[in-house]
Every structure is written in structure tokens, then in C-alpha cells.
């Protein structure tokens, strides 16, 4: 595209602009800044506008290729906006820069505490599915199992089973309720972790009238 054409779609986004329709100004301009990201003109029309808009992290990041360019307010929006990024092929995508990073910009892919909150909550969550396949599911099925087949058989200690199978299913629910409370507190999802705290203190309530020295944790009749 030839200088006039890129002067041309500026002047119409600019226009537009001024007609209050800030949306299509910007859509046209992001459209030929992301086909032509080598054309320094629709970047610089960018940031302009951004700027005149009070969008700071927008300003800097379309003005990341010459820092020089954008105000102090503006180079600290881009940093904060570009500690989400853990690559650097996430922070070219999302500068639109196919050329060499400005030698500022790849500090900011040191991990953030946000980013390492985040992690450790993915963890945590991966522990938690890990926990109920194989200590809570697995394990549930097996006395469900063992407790009908003793009920078929009229076994004597059919109770026994069944109990214990429920004393260990609420174990593991505490386990896992503890664990995706923690996360949802490192992900700041205050609902989710009150929820889990709720069902994690009603497991509690239940497995306290349990007794694990008896053959009959729930101190039932016979």
C-alpha cells in the first residue's frame, strides 16, 4: 500500500473520530496496523488516538516500537499490560511486532506475583482433579461395590462397609474442598472459595460424629 493510501485511511479514521465514532476509527486503523505492521503511520495514528481517548495501555502499546514517543503514564501502562505475557511469542502477538523486540521490552517477561499466583493455582487444581479420580472416585466405587454385593449376600458387616466407605468419600471431599478454596483465594474468585469453604465446613460437620476406632463410624444402631 502506497504512502497517499495509508495517508488516505488515516485521514478517514481520523474523521471518523471526530464524529464521535471512536469505534469504527479504530477498528479501520487496527485492521491495516495488523496487515501492515511494518507501516510505522497507522501505529503512530493509533497511539494519537488512544491518547486523545485516555486509553493509556493502548497508547503504549501501539507506540511500543519508539518508547521515546510515549509519555512516562504510557510506558508504565505498557508494562503493566505486558506482565500478563509469559513468552515472547505472546508479546510479539500482541504487539504486532515481527522485528527485533525494543531492548526495554523484554524485561517485562519476568513472571509477575500475579502470574505466580496463578501457576500455583493451576497446580493446586490439577491436585485437586488428581485427588478425586484416584482417592476420592476410585476408592468411593470400590465400597459402593463391595457394600451392595455384601447387602446381596446378607453379609453381617454390611453396615461396616458402608459407613466406611462414606467416612472415607467425606475425607477426601474435605481434601479436595481445601484445596480449590486455596486456589480460588490465589485467583481472587471470592465466590467460588466461599462456596468451597461452605461444603468443606458441612464435610466437617458430618465426619465429626464419626468414630474411626468403631466398626460403626457413625455410632449406628445395629
Not at 485521514?11 to 464521535?20: I, K
Not at 523486540?101 to 490439577?126: F, G, K, M, Q, Y
Not at 449376600?153 to 462414606?166: C, F, K, Y
Not at 472415607?168 to 490465589?186: E, G, K
Amino acid at each position: 500500500m502506497s504512502r497517499r493510501t495509508a495517508d488516505e485511511v488515516i485521514e478517514r479514521a481520523r474523521a471518523s473520530f471526530e464524529r464521535g465514532d471512536r469505534r469504527a476509527a479504530w477498528d479501520s486503523l487496527l485492521a491495516m496496523a495488523r496487515r501492515k505492521p511494518e507501516e510505522a503511520a497507522y501505529r503512530s495514528a493509533l497511539v494519537d488516538l488512544y491518547r486523545r481517548a485516555g486509553s493509556l495501555d493502548q497508547a503504549g502499546r501501539w507506540g511500543a516500537q519508539n518508547l521515546e514517543s510515549l509519555t512516562d503514564r504510557e510506558r508504565l501502562a505498557l508494562r503493566r499490560s505486558l506482565r500478563q505475557f509469559e513468552t515472547e511469542g505472546e508479546l510479539r502477538r500482541y504487539l504486532v511486532i515481527t522485528g527485533d523486540l525494543p531492548p526495554e521490552i523484554p524485561l517485562s517477561l519476568t513472571p509477575s506475583p500475579l502470574n505466580l499466583r496463578v501457576r500455583l493455582a493451576d497446580s493446586l487444581e490439577s491436585a485437586a482433579g488428581i485427588m478425586v479420580v484416584f482417592f476420592g472416585a476410585a476408592p468411593s466405587a470400590f465400597g459402593i461395590v463391595v457394600t451392595f454385593v455384601m447387602a446381596f449376600l446378607d453379609g453381617p458387616t454390611v453396615r461396616q462397609a458402608a459407613q466406611i466407605t462414606v467416612t472415607v468419600s467425606l475425607i477426601v471431599l474435605i481434601m479436595t474442598c481445601a484445596t480449590f478454596a486455596t486456589a480460588a483465594v490465589l485467583r481472587a474468585r471470592w465466590i467460588r472459595a466461599v462456596l468451597s469453604l461452605s461444603v468443606l465446613v458441612l464435610a466437617l460437620l458430618v465426619l465429626a460424629r464419626a468414630d474411626l476406632t468403631s466398626s460403626l463410624p457413625f455410632n449406628g444402631p445395629d
